[in-house]
């Protein structure tokens, strides 16, 4: 069982930067992926970015990339999101998730744990 708990998400002003924490209780993180996605009100979850467990490998919606960045500390069981220019489209609760054994995807199905979840607001 792994628990995930994200934080650092606020309000911004557009072109600001937030950085997200993603914190796993449980045992082995350093074997899982982990991913981002983001849920706005009335949207479907979107996928945003995952990292491989080992960090050599990372992907990155089209809508942010050049803009955020996943990083992750196994030592700390620890995933981040940095996010830099911000833009109010950027409005959303973001949720990390962990994926057992796996490479990284976009699929959200293929994640077996996810966290609560922490609100970004980005105002124009």
């Known amino acids: 069982q792994v628990q995930l708990v994200e934080s650092g998400g606020g309000l911004v002003q557009a072109g600001g930067s937030l950085r997200l924490s993603c914190a796993a209780s449980?045992?082995?993180?350093?074997?899982?992926?982990m991913g981002w996605f983001r849920q706005a009100p009335g949207k479907e979850r979107e996928f945003v970015a995952a990292?491989?467990?080992?960090?050599?490998?990372?992907y990155y919606a089209d809508s942010v990339k050049g803009r955020f960045t996943i990083s992750r500390d196994n030592a700390k069981n620890t995933v981040y999101l940095q996010m830099n220019n911000l833009k109010p489209e950027d409005t959303a609760v973001y949720h990390c998730?962990?994926?057992?054994?796996?490479?990284?995807?976009?699929?959200?199905?293929?994640?077996?744990?996810w966290g609560q979840g922490t609100q970004v607001t980005v105002s124009s």
């Open positions: 998730a962990a994926e057992i054994g796996g490479w990284g995807t976009r699929d959200q199905y293929q994640y077996a744990y």
């Open positions: 449980g045992r082995s993180f350093s074997s899982y992926a």
């Open positions: 990292i491989h467990w080992s960090a050599t490998y990372s």
